[in-house]
């Protein structure tokens, strides 16, 4: 089985390893917790089944997208990344698990250096994964097929600064609503302390063992170039890794 890599038409440079760049790297968990009412399923600690079809990624993004355009525009984001709101006590968003605090108590100084929010992963995550996902101690993709989890044969690798409508308005043009995607943000369990997640070993991830069963890698990169890129030359030592630790071939 050929893993084909869905890469834009101009490559961006590999990182400095020729393997996954850092931000990757930081970011590899264990096994997340599945939702306790599901009946047992060996499929739940198979990460490559932890996927979210293209529609759900899409129907994600129709419900939440004037909600976050009007956060982002009432809010600001300060140096240590608190959200300053500028509405105060008489703001109409519910803030959830972002760290938040009124325009009131900031000087002119430091309201003044405040930049834009974009509306991308980081807010998805923070103001409607969690909170919604929170009840159910679960990742966003196993919540949503409880019972009927989704194998996924498109592993996905992206920037989560890209913003959210861009990164489903790009991954729609190259997938069919019916595909399955493995998107970290929905794969892993966003509640969850991901420092403790961190495993020993690569292999070990989720990452790595969905990774191993994907058809197909897609690489996004924004128009920054913000993407967790791994070359060619990565992606087939990834693959030797693996086919040695798994103890088959891969991909």
């Keep these: 089985r050929d893993l084909e890599v869905g890469v834009p038409a101009s490559d961006p440079p590999s990182s400095s390893s020729g393997f996954f760049s850092a931000p ?6 264990r096994t997340p917790v599945i939702v306790d009412s599901m009946t047992a399923d060996p499929k739940e600690q198979d990460p490559s089944y932890w996927g979210l079809s293209i529609r759900q990624l899409q129907a994600l993004h129709d419900d939440i997208k004037n909600d976050m355009a ?10 240590d990344f ?19 605090t009124p325009q009131s108590r900031e000087s002119p100084e430091e309201a003044n250096k405040a930049t834009p929010i974009a509306g991308n992963m980081h807010i998805v995550v923070q103001k409607y994964i969690k909170p919604q996902t929170e009840p159910h101690r679960c990742s966003y993709a196993a919540m949503k097929n409880r019972g ?8 996905i690798s992206h920037s989560w600064g890209e913003r959210f409508g861009d990164f489903v308005a790009s991954i729609g043009k190259k997938l069919d ?26 292999e070990d991830s989720p990452f790595a063992k969905a990774l191993a069963k994907a058809d197909t890698v897609w690489l996004m990169v924004d128009a920054k170039d913000g993407a ?21 071939a891969v991909g």
């Design 228 to 248: 967790l890129y791994l070359s060619n030359a990565g992606l087939d030592k990834l693959r030797a890794r693996l086919t040695e630790s798994l103890g088959g």
């Design 82 to 100: 608190t959200h300053m709101c500028h509405a105060g006590k008489d703001c109409r968003h519910r803030h959830e698990k972002i760290k938040y």
């Design 70 to 79: 009007s956060y982002c525009q009432e809010h600001s984001l300060l140096s």
């Design 24 to 29: 990757v790297i930081a970011h590899m968990p």
């Design 148 to 155: 009927q989890l989704k194998k996924a044969k498109n592993f």
């Design 177 to 202: 609503e019916d595909e399955v995607a493995w998107i970290c943000s929905c794969a892993l369990a966003q509640n969850e302390d991901i420092t403790a997640q961190l495993g020993d070993r690569l």
